[in-house]
């Protein structure tokens, strides 16, 4: 599983309050994304990194900041989360074989 | 924008058949094709892919195709099993960058006993 982990696995929250969302590799990989996955949208991309402090926006990147500050580690903030943000978070690490995909993480914004 | 179409949306067969998943492509210099298989709850797999400088692949049971000019490729599983029941992805990189891919939207398979 490349060594991606994601916490936490699952979080109900509450409109408007912020969340963070991490994702962790073990195999010092320079890109990683933040997708989401949604019923009849398949994967879209929120937020990638290409290195440390290196981050830029994806396809569906409103309402959501990122941050890396160790190669190992890239965060998605929800600065206020509304109910159109629940959805299942994958985080995905790129190796020299293509993308691999963490375990993701059920948000749901009540 | 680049855009990834999959069809169909649903495919449903008989165990043993052959299965067939089609997916078009906007951007003409996208040149990394992947698939992927996601079983219920799970994450997704990558299972195969093609890049552009070849026309087929093959790995067991599974066989990707790409036509360039056509900008199509299908994904191709033959003498299908139960096991092979899933949500299927099909995705295309973003110019030549194959560290960012566009997916379509899934085909959901089901293999009948």
């Known amino acids: 599983d490349a060594g991606i982990t994601q916490s936490p696995r699952h979080k109900v929250t509450e409109t408007g309050t912020p969340v963070t969302l991490r994702c962790h590799q073990t195999?010092?990989?320079?890109?990683m994304y933040w997708y989401r996955q949604d019923p009849g949208h398949g994967l879209r991309l929120i937020h990638y990194s290409y290195g440390v402090k290196d981050t830029d926006k994806g396809e569906v990147s409103d309402g959501y900041s990122v941050s890396r500050s160790k190669t190992e580690d890239f965060l998605l903030t929800l600065e206020s989360a509304t109910s159109s943000q629940t959805s299942v978070y994958f985080c995905?690490?790129?190796?020299?074989?293509?993308?691999?995909f963490g375990p993701g993480t059920r948000l749901t914004v009540t | 924008g680049e855009n990834v179409e999959q069809h169909p949306s649903t495919l449903s067969v008989q165990e043993g058949d052959s299965a067939v998943i089609k997916c078009t492509y906007s951007?003409?210099?996208?040149?990394?094709f992947p698939w992927y298989k996601q079983e219920l709850g799970k994450r997704p797999q990558l299972i195969i892919d093609i890049r552009s400088n070849v026309g087929e692949k093959k790995d067991q049971r599974i066989a990707v195709t790409l036509n360039k000019t056509a900008k199509h490729f299908s994904l191709h599983i033959t003498e299908t099993q139960p096991e092979d029941s899933a949500v299927y992805f099909c995705?295309?990189?973003?110019?030549?960058?194959?560290?960012?891919?566009?997916f379509g939207t899934g085909t959901l398979l089901a293999v009948q006993p």
């Open positions: 995705a295309a990189s973003v110019g030549g960058a194959t560290n960012k891919l566009i």
């Open positions: 951007d003409s210099a996208s040149n990394y």
């Open positions: 995905a690490i790129s190796g020299d074989s293509g993308q691999y």
């Open positions: 195999e010092n990989h320079r890109y």
